[in-house]
């Protein structure tokens, strides 16, 4: 099992970044497809980007070219980089993982291992 705490949210304005961490203990992260998901309030928890086993990275259409996920391997660690955020974007962010196999890895239930969350506002 990997166990995953999340850490760097907080409040900024529109158009600043914040880049929020994933840290994992227990198995590494290089095992699993890393996942980041968010939830606004009243709204259903939907996908943000994802990063397969590979390295390799893709991207919810709402944040192709503003968010970037990478990898830090030595520290066990995922992040994304949150760029030119938006009001939009406020939500509580997730990181998630699983050993499975999918086509996408876009559904949360397809992710068997979630952090906490870690809140993020974007104010105007």
């Known amino acids: 099992q990997v166990q995953l705490v999340e850490s760097g949210g907080g409040l900024v304005q529109a158009g600043e970044s914040l880049r929020l961490s994933c840290a994992a203990s227990?198995?590494?992260?290089?095992?699993?497809?890393m996942g980041w998901f968010r939830q606004a309030p009243g709204k259903e928890r939907e996908f943000v980007a994802n990063m397969r086993r590979s390295g390799a990275v893709y991207y919810a259409d709402s944040v192709e070219g503003r968010f970037t996920v990478s990898r830090d391997n030595s520290k066990n660690t995922v992040y994304l980089q949150m760029n030119s955020l938006k009001p939009e974007d406020t939500a509580d962010y997730y990181c998630?993982?699983?050993?499975?196999?999918?086509?996408?890895?876009?559904?949360?239930?397809?992710?068997?291992?979630w952090g906490q969350g870690t809140q993020v506002t974007v104010s105007t």
């Open positions: 998630a993982a699983t050993g499975k196999f999918y086509r996408l890895y876009h559904l949360p239930d397809e992710y068997d291992y």
């Open positions: 227990g198995r590494t992260v290089t095992n699993y497809v």
